[in-house]
């Protein structure tokens, strides 16, 4: 569901941000192709930032199980350092 989601919000933004440097095209507005690069950029931004989140998502249960092993081993190592003791 959430890759139709950001697919459909992706394209639409394409042919908004196009549709908008055309028309600044067509009626001979200044600094068309820097509108036009950053349209381009920031699509390239939104689609990297949609496949990681897809990514992350897909791989939470693993990220989670390591996120949770080096908090705990961080823990574990504060706690021994206060105490002067090691905590198994």
Do not use: C
Not at 71 to 77: D, G, R, T
Request: hydrophobic share 45%.
């Amino acid at each position: 569901m959430l890759r139709k989601i950001s697919f459909w919000y992706t394209l639409a933004f394409i042919i908004f941000w196009n549709g908008y440097t055309l028309h600044q095209y067509i009626t001979g507005q200044p600094n068309v192709l820097q509108l036009f690069l950053f349209g381009i950029g920031f699509t390239v931004l939104l689609l990297a930032t949609t496949w990681f989140s897809r990514w992350l998502m897909s791989h939470y249960k693993v990220v989670d199980e390591k996120a949770e092993e080096i908090l705990s081993a961080k823990f574990k190592n504060k706690r021994s350092e206060r105490n002067g003791r090691t905590v198994h």
